[in-house]
């Protein structure tokens, strides 16, 4: 193998550059030519692919976002859209691919090998979190400790007026960052998609601390069976019948998703990237490069999707026990 590409895809996650970085370096360091796909799939039927060089990935490590853009494509869901994106890649000679991104990056990647037989490595790039075969997604630590900054400066204010908050988190799937932002932050309650939500039970539970406590978080992630943050305050809110209490609703949205990536989520990005590559160059075609107990492990892109992630059960004991 001479030549390989790079690419970012679907929702961007800190750290996404960091691994870019340690792809194209790792590569050059390996004696390979380079390319850089922008806009994902829709750059990669675009023909929007350039050669990267070690300086192209100067100054990014520190740095959110992407420098090579990212995007969700229609057209690569079609035949016609992968052809046009395989006959680019072959024009340019490139005969392996690094996909960074999450389960979606990974169903067409799934694909695309399946149709052409290009390999493909992929590097778990997602703030969800929600990506079997790896015990942590690059931006998931970042995302985690931005809404932890933005649960405690809420804190502050619930406390000092006595209301109780809903906070919604990301997480349309999958309630990793609710949980850790939850224990982090101290938070009352989390409501997470995996598991039912008894607003019953969370309505007694507020009536009984508000006997020792005056203010509460309640930290939802956005994809809870029971509705958006604010759908669930209003029920409990009608629920409690107070008309002294105030309830309000916080939405983090996209803030998760920006900054500069923490040093572990830098680290995890580098040690991915530089993995990815070096399993396109041991023969690996259709799998995610992720790190599982301190070990680099390779996963098929099957099992990344196909398989459940649940979340950690001693993280949900925490947050009942610690928020007596
Ligand atoms: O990156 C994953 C995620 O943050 C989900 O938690 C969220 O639902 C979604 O992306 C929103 O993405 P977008 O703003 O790109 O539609």
Known sequence: MKKIAVFTSGGDSPGMNACVRAVVRTAIFKGLEVYGIYRGYEGMIENDIKRMYTYSVSNIVQRGGTILKSARSTEFRTPEGRKKAYENLKAHGIEGLVAIGGDGTFTGAKIFHEEFG??????????????YGT???IGFDTAVNTALDAIDKIR???AAHDRIFFIEVMGRDAGFIAVESGIGSGAEFV??????????AVVKSLKNLRKTKTSSIIV??????????????????EKIKDKKKEFKVTTLGHI???GNPTARDRVL???????????LLEGKFACMAGIMNQEVVYTPFGDC???????IQDHLKLIEYLSI
């Open 269 to 279: 990005a580098s040690r991915c990237g530089m993995a990815a590559v070096e399993g």
């Open 156 to 158: 502050d204010t619930a």
């Open 118 to 131: 290009i390999p493909v490595v992929g590097c778990p790039g997602t703030i969800d979190n929600d990506i």
């Open 220 to 237: 939802v992630a956005e994809g809870d069976d029971e509705g958006s943050a604010e759908v669930i305050m209003n029920k409990v809110k």
């Open 256 to 258: 998760q998703r920006g």
């Open 135 to 137: 015990d942590y997604t």
């Open 305 to 311: 999707i196909g398989k459940e992630k649940p979340l």
């Open 191 to 200: 409501m997470v998609p995996e598991t039912a939500t008894d607003l019953d």
